[in-house]
């Protein structure tokens, strides 16, 4: 199993609502990643995951909150979003993190977030 | 600082012919790894090939290959035999170590849309 599973592909939400995004992954890779992706502009790095643990937070705005319950799945959950955080979020997870770097990233294939 | 350049926004190429899509990055770290990722309309990242620091040969995969030139730090994209499938935005990335850390980061350049005609 090569996959990283992301749910749902696509939502709307309206700025009131709280919602989540998940991901999960069985490659038994031990990093996991959010990145955020707006039209016809490359993946932002939002978080990283080691070992269930938050290793690196982009300076991301709490109305994002990541959770890693487990080595397989991960969570983003949405509280208060704006309409600018509309875009495509990206699921990723790798092989043990400090491992260089022939490792590459593997990636869902995103949840395109509407905010209304 | 612009850390991976994409200088070109969209490419075209007939099908059949071989493409090259550009990409230079800088970094001041002697370990490193240099990806290429497609981006078809769907959404997914799918990894295409990847080029590490101190590998001496250029690294391929099937119709791509990887012109890395260290010295210039240019890591392009050759794709061969272009198909009607191959259209679609590509991504060069770089993956390096994050210091104070035990841990790295993937970022990307801007990107190239590639369209194949027939």
């Known amino acids: 199993d090569t996959e990283v599973t992301q749910t749902p592909k696509h939502l709307v939400m309206g700025m009131t609502n709280k919602k989540s995004l998940k991901c999960e992954q069985h490659?038994?890779?031990?990093?996991m990643y959010w990145y955020k992706q707006k039209a016809k502009k490359p993946p932002e790095l939002m978080f990283v995951?080691?070992?269930?643990?938050?290793?690196i937070n982009e300076s991301v705005p709490s109305r994002f909150s990541p959770e890693c319950p487990n080595s397989s799945l991960l969570n983003l959950h949405l509280h208060a979003l704006q309409p600018e955080d509309s875009a495509l979020y990206l699921c990723?997870?790798?092989?043990?993190?400090?491992?260089?770097?022939?490792?590459?990233?593997?990636f869902g294939s995103g949840t395109r977030l509407t905010v209304v | 600082a612009q850390k991976i350049t994409q200088t070109q926004p969209g490419m075209f190429v007939q099908e059949k012919e071989a493409v090259t899509l550009d990409c230079t990055y800088d970094?001041?770290?002697?370990?490193?790894?240099l990806f290429w990722y497609k981006q078809p309309s769907s959404g997914e990242m799918i990894f295409l090939i990847y080029?590490?620091?101190?590998?001496?040969q250029n690294a391929t995969e099937g119709r791509y290959s990887l012109n890395f030139q260290k010295a210039r730090k240019s890591a392009n994209l050759v794709i061969s035999a272009s198909q009607l499938g191959d259209s679609a935005m590509y991504f060069c990335?770089?993956?390096?170590?994050?210091?104070?850390?035990?841990?790295?980061?993937?970022?990307f350049g801007t990107g190239t849309l590639l369209a194949v005609q027939p």
């Open positions: 990723a997870s790798s092989q043990d993190i400090n491992r260089p770097f022939n490792y590459g990233y593997t």
């Open positions: 490659m038994g890779h031990r990093a």
């Open positions: 995951y080691s070992y269930e643990k938050l290793s």
């Open positions: 970094t001041s770290d002697q370990s490193y790894g």
């Open positions: 080029q590490g620091s101190y590998d001496e």
């Open positions: 990335a770089m993956r390096e170590a994050v210091y104070g850390g035990a841990t790295n980061k993937l970022i």
